[in-house]
């Protein structure tokens, strides 16, 4: 298994590849650019005595938190996202939260497994990254391999229970034209966070100084683009955090859940 | 009839009714505002000879030249746009070109009407704002009663014959949730300019000073706003006069056809 380094992992072809090789621990890394075309999730994983109260948190942001499936409690498969899919070990890594802290980054939380875990998946800007790139529109932190700039908002979430906070924007700098394309393509696409929220002045918003993202890498906006702004789903593990729920799984960041769904079926049309 | 002022056709409820105000001379000013919800044209009449390559640079510059229906050679009529409609006396101002000079802005051409001559209707960009203001989206000099910004950019058309030349854009300002949200409405009416072509950066396509635009009136562009620019279809007659052909009618800018189909009609979905 040492010798099977993530490097040799691009080869996956599909999502149950890939999550085959999450559960043997072979795949424990970041899942970027992994089984190309094929849908990939973040998790959060809650006690049902939460679940319900992070359902209306979701519906209320769907932006941030744009849900592609629900578990029932205690099940550990989503058949909507894959076959032979195991929501305990099928992520290439998990973050364990105790009251709002992570405390465990692990390959696998069936250790951890309750028959009251209802587990949320919800959409990542990987699939609407994919349909851009596919549209020849260039994005710089891809083609520069660094993570994409993501940067707390002053955007008020609608509250629900304990969860609530600001928006967690993710930005990428494009030329006028690209940003209408952009707009258009990810229109189609309101599961994996839909249309931007934002783009120009990023002042409005309260990002001052776009040099400094509070997650992810600095990318250079150039004299003749835009930044544009999508709502991130960073936004749902930041508001779990804060939230300070005893017991709380999620995806590590990045180390996402791959699926059986095609990118293209995410689309609205 | 001269008691009749254009103020009081504003309740005219249909295409029809404001089509026969205008083939009786009682509608003869612009008619912004008139008949709403119903589709208004811009015309091009050339002789057959001419048509053919006209229609060859509308097909090559669609955004700018949107394509509603092309009447048959010498045909008044089109049934496409609606029922008991003159070519040659419903638009509320004709004006009539000769060798690319404008010499003559009649209220109708019907003494002027050749066997060869073919109708193009072009969209017009009231249908999208109709749908913007439904929509909540604020347009400024709607607000303030003014004509669009209107400017020649550098963007340069695919030339077709005689007809070449820069693209002229409607310029107004939004705010960035607003610009968005104008491109995804916009995106659903191909046939009227569809989605912005341009926004920020006026100078990226030729634009050096947004308080002077080549046509229309001045619109001020406030600080948390972006200016967005769309394909005009000022652009055909624009390059229709510098063509210099011996011979063309449009209408009169601002006094376009009014026709019986809904605005709604010309979205795509």
Known sequence: VDTLSSDRATSYKSGIEARHAARQEILTGPTAGFAAG???????????????????????????????????????????????????RDASRYRVFRYGDAVEEPLAVDHLWRDDLVTFALGCSFTFEHALLADGIPLRHVASGRNVAMYRSNILLEPAGPFSGEMVVSMRPLRPADA?????????????????????????????????????????????????????GVTPQHSLESAGLPFAITHSPGHMLITDLRDTQLALM
Chains 1, 2 share one sequence.
């Not at 209408?180 to 309101?190: E, F, K, M, V």
Request: proline share 12%; hydrophobic share 45%; aromatic share 6%.
């Open 180 to 232: 209408i394309r952009a707009i258009q393509i990810c229109t189609r696409y309101p599961s994996v966070h839909g249309a931007p929220i934002h783009l120009g002045h990023p002042a409005a918003i309260g990002i001052h100084d776009l040099a400094q993202p509070d997650f992810g890498d600095p990318v250079p906006v150039e004299a003749d683009e835009l930044p544009v702004f999508w709502a991130c």
């Open 38 to 88: 094929y849908v990939q999730a973040n998790l959060v994983i809650l006690p049902q005595a939460d679940a319900a109260t992070f359902l209306r948190f979701c519906l209320a942001n769907p932006r941030p938190c744009p849900l592609l499936a629900v578990s029932e409690p205690g099940e550990r498969t989503l058949a909507k996202l894959g076959q032979d899919l195991d929501l305990a």
